[in-house]
């Protein structure tokens, strides 16, 4: 298990080589990385956090999964401070025993990340800045779990 929440990047292929599963365990590795974007007024989004309130609910989503699914392993990264656009902001790796459980459980994780980590965003334009609000497709999203 490993819930990590940093401010500099990551590199996928160091992370996934962390990954318990490689040795035999698991029939299934997925990966998924979430990128920064915008349109051409987008300068930069910046994510701002409560360390260990974020951990907690971090690992949390983890261990509802990892429960769910009998999953092998689970790393969750997720970045911090001010990121500019194209820029990785998180990413989510599981192992399990097979891949449809893989696939589900990836897809929850995310589902749960979008709309119950608690990150503040804040997208800087050319002409404004905003903090972002919650997005109803996110919370109807949860309700298929």
Same mark, same amino acid.
């Given at each position: 298990? !490993?819930v990590?929440?940093?401010e500099?990047?990551?590199?996928l !292929?160091?992370?996934l080589k &962390?990954?318990?599963?490689?040795?035999?365990t698991?029939g299934?590795?997925?990966?998924?990385?979430?990128?920064?974007?915008? *349109?051409?007024?987008?300068?930069?989004?910046?994510l701002? #956090?409560?360390? !260990?309130?974020?951990? &907690?609910?971090?690992?949390?989503?983890?261990?509802?999964?990892?429960? &769910?699914?009998?999953l092998v392993?689970?790393r969750?990264? #997720?970045?911090?401070?001010?990121?500019?656009?194209?820029?990785?902001?998180?990413?989510?790796?599981?192992?399990?025993? #097979?891949?449809?459980?893989?696939?589900?459980?990836?897809?929850?994780?995310m *589902?749960f990340?979008?709309?119950?980590?608690?990150?503040? &965003?804040?997208? #800087?334009?050319?002409?404004?800045?905003?903090?972002?609000?919650?997005?109803?497709? *996110?919370?109807?999203?949860?309700t298929r779990?």
């Amino acid at each position: 298990m !490993a819930v990590i929440v940093q401010e500099k990047d990551f590199d996928l !292929a160091a992370e996934l080589k &962390k990954l318990a599963g490689f040795e035999g365990t698991a029939g299934a590795v997925i990966s998924f990385i979430g990128l920064v974007r915008g *349109d051409a007024s987008l300068l930069a989004l910046e994510l701002e #956090h409560y360390p !260990a309130m974020t951990t &907690k609910a971090l690992e949390e989503i983890e261990q509802m999964a990892r429960t &769910k699914w009998g999953l092998v392993d689970v790393r969750i990264v #997720h970045r911090f401070g001010r990121l500019q656009l194209g820029e990785q902001i998180m990413m989510v790796a599981v192992s399990a025993p #097979h891949r449809r459980s893989a696939f589900e459980a990836m897809d929850y994780i995310m *589902d749960f990340l979008k709309s119950r980590a608690p990150f503040w &965003k804040k997208e #800087h334009g050319i002409n404004n800045n905003i903090w972002v609000t919650a997005n109803l497709d *996110d919370e109807e999203a949860l309700t298929r779990w």
